[in-house]
């Protein structure tokens, strides 16, 4: 059985879809409210250096990619290797070479893989006008100003995603998880 079949008989196996959509959600939040105050820090600091803005943008992207795969990995990996130690004692059996043996193996970094990257990407979205900037793409405004403005419509489309899988008013969750990104924007502004 190649790795491909593997993975895909896993994530059916495990039923991880609704962790790995928490992750993404969760650590996305996390990635998007990061960039919001570091850049709103900087936007207030009237920062001229863009690159020592994206490097240190880019720097808590990594660590945040770092700590979401490895802490996701780490936590996951234990509670599937107790379930199933559990499942074997109940069916006095080795379910190593099983699908559920290769779920417990594989669900981890799947899981560890969803929550490190999507801060990340979601972080190299918010900076991506810095970026171009840095490159010399003329902006239509400042590159820190569109980056909080990407920051906060990211934070509106993860709303708009949970709604939508919580089969809740998208409009409503889009627009709860927007005010967040303001509130956050707000205090990182007032305090500078």
């Keep these: 059985m190649n790795w491909f079949t ?50 240190a943008c880019v720097g808590a992207a990594i660590a945040l990619f770092m700590s979401g795969l490895s802490s996701a990995y780490i936590s996951e990996a234990a509670e599937r290797q107790k379930e199933l130690a559990e499942m074997e004692q109940a069916m006095a059996k080795d379910l190593t070479d099983t699908a559920h043996g290769r779920a ?32 010399g793409v003329s902006l ?16 509106f489309l993860l709303g708009v995603f949970l709604g939508k899988f919580a089969e809740i008013n998208w409009l409503v969750s889009g627009l709860k998880s927007l005010v ?3 509130v956050t924007t707000g205090i990182v502004l007032l305090v500078g």
């Design 180 to 182: 967040v990104g303001l």
């Design 140 to 155: 239509p405004a400042s590159p820190l100003l569109m980056s909080l403005l990407l920051g906060l419509f990211s934070m």
């Design 6 to 55: 593997e993975v895909g008989q896993a994530f059916a196996v495990s039923s991880s879809d609704g962790i790995m959509r928490r992750y993404f959600v969760v650590n996305g939040f996390d990635g998007a409210l990061t960039m919001l105050g570091i850049v709103s820090g900087f936007y207030v600091g009237n920062a001229d250096d863009l690159g020592i803005v994206l490097g």
């Design 104 to 135: 417990a193996r594989w669900v981890p970094w799947m899981v560890g893989a969803v929550n490190g990257f999507s801060p990340f990407c979601i972080a190299m979205l918010i900076l991506s006008p810095i970026g171009l900037a840095i490159t």
